[in-house]
């Protein structure tokens, strides 16, 4: 008899013991089992009310979201590498895009008339606007790294076979040497060459295919 009075007595003094939240809407009863077992939680209400739980965890703003284990640039997805923008009215550009053609026998470089929609995002990830390419011809190496000038010019050049290659060791002679003579060459260009109405490649539309605008040239579009 004593023994269950002593029993009885402890069970009741470990209910009084177990803690009991109430929160709006929703229990929670945490039964602590012994020091040495994790508690055990039950959560009791309405499926609407998990509902209006959940819309609540939706509209919070964690000020220290988990980084993601790859980083990737932000770059546009429609540009190329190694694409050359150019004066597409210009007789002596399209001469000079004639002969890279010719000789480039492993297709590193594409081209895309200045005049073409197609020009627009290569401008604007240069920071540059037409007027500018008009100056100095733009060269599109690789995400982030773009030339113009003289230095357009001889980084074309080392993507050629050789000996076309080792013409870009003039990239030694300082860029203000360089593209002095060059501005003082396009400045000129349609005085000493002249200038079309439309883009020349359309004239010689074998060279197309190595044109990023081909389809917009073809279908006239741009021009």
């Known amino acids: 008899m004593l023994i269950r009075r002593i029993s009885n007595w402890t069970v009741e003094r470990a209910k009084a013991a177990a803690p009991v939240y109430a929160m709006s809407r929703h229990s929670f009863h945490c039964r602590f089992l012994s020091s040495t077992v994790p508690s055990t939680c039950v959560v009791s209400g309405s499926a609407a009310d998990v509902a209006d739980v959940s819309e609540e965890d939706d509209n919070l703003v964690y000020s220290n979201p988990p980084a993601s284990s790859t980083v990737k640039p932000v770059l546009p997805d429609m540009l190329q590498s190694g694409v050359v923008v150019y004066d597409g009215v210009c007789h002596l550009c399209h001469r000079g895009v004639k002969w890279v053609i010719g000789v480039d026998k492993y297709r590193h470089i594409k081209f895309c008339c200045l005049q073409s929609k197609a020009a627009e995002p290569y401008l604007k990830v240069s920071g540059l606007d037409r007027e500018d390419v008009l100056r100095r011809f733009l060269f599109v190496e690789g995400p982030g ?44 260009r349609y005085g000493w060459f002249g200038k079309a109405e439309d883009c020349l490649v359309l004239q010689e539309k074998e060279l197309l295919e190595r044109f990023i605008d081909r389809e917009e040239m073809i279908d006239g579009s741009g021009f």
């Open 145 to 188: 790294l773009y030339h113009q000038g003289s230095t357009a010019a001889l980084r074309v050049l080392s993507y050629l076979p050789f000996p076309y290659s080792s013409l870009s060791t003039l990239l030694i002679i300082p860029t203000p040497l360089r593209d002095a003579v060059y501005d003082y060459v396009a400045k000129r």
